[in-house]
């Protein structure tokens, strides 16, 4: 994109936490200790991940959410406001805490996560109704599963009746009804989350299409079922490929999938065709597997850029 370009609403509604991380020669057992290297703290939650990273791949960004009226929350708007997303949409939860998450990351980029939602768990449906112009103005919703789900169904409802795109990111994975599914415009869960929505184990490649199928028939326009360094099953009921992803070394797989997000709905508010979007966002989310942390492994438009090139 060149800077003559108008940017596209982004609304993207979800959670925001403090991810503290620490980086183990393994992944510890249940009863292990395992002594790990340095620690390091960043803000992270998928929502507020998926925000920053729809930013920096060249969204206007609205970011719905709660923080708690303490230093993380603080610290998290912050670097939203660094990041120009629009933050009044934002409530400073005086009841509850920030989210937290606590990140173990093995050699390979492997993680393993615990989160603590804390105020994300309170994101109700008046909030999501108190921004419905937002909502109803923006060129793509983008949503995530770490918030209630009948916030989700409202905002879904809200986005569909307006005839703003949905892209639905099914993470943390969890099963969810048809009311939201068929709200959706864009669904985009990893294997595990695509075997929870739909029974159906992913062993084969026909599986993909099986499962991709049980989904459009909800419905919904295309399903994306990210494959890891495999790169991304596009499907539609036209069209079922797997778009690759690009080759780099991996050094910590935390947020690739929200950068995936986040870059994702850029491109489809772009009006970019799908399989473009899909090629744009691979390239988003192999440069944040290159980087350890979760928002500060964020690429910006001009490396994402540079890498499709
Ligand atoms: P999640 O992180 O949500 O589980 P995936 O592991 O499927 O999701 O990764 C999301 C996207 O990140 C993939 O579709 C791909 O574009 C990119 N990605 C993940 N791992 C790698 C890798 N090792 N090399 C390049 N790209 C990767």
Redesign the pocket.
């Known amino acids: 994109m060149t800077a003559s370009v108008t940017k596209k609403k982004i609304v993207v509604i979800g959670s925001s936490n403090t991810d503290m991380v620490i980086r183990t020669p393994r992944i510890p057992r249940p009863g292990e200790t395992v002594l790990g290297g340095e620690f390091f703290m960043a803000p992270g939650g998928k929502g507020a991940n998926q925000a920053v990273a729809a930013a920096r791949a060249g969204g206007e960004v609205h970011f719905i959410a709660r923080v708690g009226d303490d230093v993380f929350g603080q610290q998290s708007l912050d670097g939203f406001v660094s990041d120009g997303i629009h933050v009044d949409l934002i409530v400073r939860d005086k009841d509850a805490p920030s989210g937290v998450a606590l990140i173990i990351v093995g050699p390979d ?1 492997e993680n393993c996560i615990a989160v603590a939602s804390g105020s994300n768990s309170r994101l109700g449906v008046a909030d999501v109704r108190l921004a419905k112009p937002v909502i109803t103005s923006a060129d793509i919703v983008l949503m995530q599963l770490e918030s209630p789900l009948e916030t989700v169904r409202e905002a879904a409802e809200i986005a569909a009746s307006a005839g703003v795109p949905v892209v639905l990111n099914p ?1 943390p994975a969890r099963a969810l009804s048809d009311d939201i599914l068929r709200r959706v415009s864009y669904l985009t869960p ?2 595990t989350e695509a075997e929870i929505l739909t029974g159906i184990t992913l062993i084969k490649k026909s599986d993909l299409a099986k499962a991709a199928d049980a989904l459009l028939a909800k419905g919904i326009k295309a399903v994306l079922i ?4 495999k ?2 099953y596009v499907a539609t009921r036209e069209k079922k490929e797997v778009m690759p ?4 070394i ?1 050094v910590d ?1 935390t947020a ?2 929200d ?2 997000n986040g870059a994702l709905a850029v491109a489809l508010a772009e009006g970019r065709p799908l399989l473009e979007a899909a090629r744009f ?2 390239a988003a ?2 440069l ?2 290159t980087k350890m942390g979760a928002q500060p492994s964020l690429a910006g438009r001009d490396d994402i850029e540079k890498l499709l090139a």
């Open positions: 980029g993470a990893n294997e990210t494959l890891g360094s790169g991304v992803a690009f080759k780099v991996p797989t690739a999938g950068a995936f966002a691979n989310a192999a944040a597997t």
